[in-house]
């Protein structure tokens, strides 16, 4: 980063959090009176506006599309820990970090905490699908296969950790996931349908296309980042959440034996929301420029359009084919 941008980005920053506390004073200046009172209070809408915008567009940025995994859900919503700084979550591996400016070391370990955060998830996510096919009677291969799926994410979880502590120059490990503890039984929506119909869903979306997607982004990153450590992380990763995400095939595999005609029904059903899983179009981060990010293992927004694209034809594809429906390929 350019001193010039480091110091236009803190101004930026410490512009909402100074707007605040002048208004907190106009507010309280004596003598008060409904002017002062009423102005003070504007101050401190627009800068708490002003706050809730930084905040989003940062995490716009830095929760773009990046490697994912198995996503964690808890009533429907994805989830993962909460930041934290500690030990526990790394393991002794250090990339290159001589060369790098302090923003440019920033963004890698923003991005590698998010993917850490994503992995981290999964660990928990393979727990549950284990719970869900062993209440199912699955066979021991598939549960087998479920627990050394959250073993894999274990590491890459350590691992993403190690390089975004790295990079960032801040102990980053897994905080808590409060909402974990917090499940209780709920009957599910008739729009989620049975057990089968979420476990089929569930395994289209998050597992067959949602690891293979991470597979193929972490392949390809892995193919231009120049830091071999980057390199290897992204190479491990790359060929564990393929084999997630044949997981997820022969999970949907056991469902279609076991689950009958539901099953089947909610695999046509989850075609459809195929559609949906699009990676939207998101701003640059100001400071680094693509090639940047793509010698250190982070794909430009358009290759990752692209591939999400392709991993959504071949999982379309392969589905229908279990089910017997013929699919249009999108042009
Ligand atoms: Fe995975
Ligand atoms: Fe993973």
Redesign the pocket.
């Known amino acids: 980063m350019t001193e010039g941008l480091g110091q236009v980005l803190l101004v930026i920053i410490l512009l909402g959090p100074g707007l605040f506390l002048w208004g907190v004073l106009v507010a309280a200046r004596k003598p008060r009176d409904g002017g002062s009172k009423w102005i003070g209070g504007v101050m401190m809408f627009l800068s708490a506006s002003f706050m809730g915008f930084l905040y989003w567009a940062y995490n716009l940025i830095f929760s773009s599309s990046y490697a994912k ?2 996503v964690l859900r808890l009533r429907g919503r994805a989830r993962v820990a909460r930041r934290a700084l500690g030990e526990g979550w790394v393991d002794g591996v250090v990339p290159e970090v001589a060369g790098l400016t302090p923003w440019q070391r920033t963004v890698l370990g923003e991005a590698w905490r998010y993917s850490a955060s994503l ?1 981290h998830a ?1 660990v928990p996510a393979f727990a549950k699908l284990s719970l869900k096919l062993t209440a199912l009677g699955a066979p021991s291969e598939l549960i087998e296969a479920c627990h050394l799926a959250a073993l ?2 274990v590491r ?1 979880a350590r691992r993403c950790f190690a390089l975004a502590r790295a990079y960032a120059g801040l102990p980053w490990t897994a905080g808590a996931i409060p909402e974990l503890g917090q499940q209780r039984p709920q009957p599910p929506s008739p729009e989620a349908g049975d057990d089968w119909a979420r476990l089929v869903r569930g395994s289209l979306l998050d597992g067959c296309l949602g690891e293979g997607v ?1 597979s193929r982004v972490a392949s390809e990153g892995a193919s231009r980042a120049s830091d071999p450590v980057v390199r290897e992380t992204l190479s491990v ?1 790359a060929e ?2 393929a084999r ?1 995400a044949e997981l997820a095939w022969d999970v949907i595999a056991f469902a279609l034996e076991r689950g009958g005609g539901k099953a089947k029904q909610a695999l046509r059903q989850s075609l459809e929301a195929l559609e949906a899983q699009r990676t939207p179009a998101l701003p640059r981060i100001p400071g680094v420029d693509e090639g940047f990010l793509a010698r250190n293992g982070v794909l430009p927004q358009a290759e990752l359009g692209q591939l999400m694209e392709e991993c959504i034809q071949r999982t379309r594809t392969r589905a229908a084919a279990l089910v017997g429906t013929s699919v249009r390929l999108a042009s």
């Open positions: 995994g198995r992995e999964s894999d994410e890459h991470a990763i564990d959440e997630h």
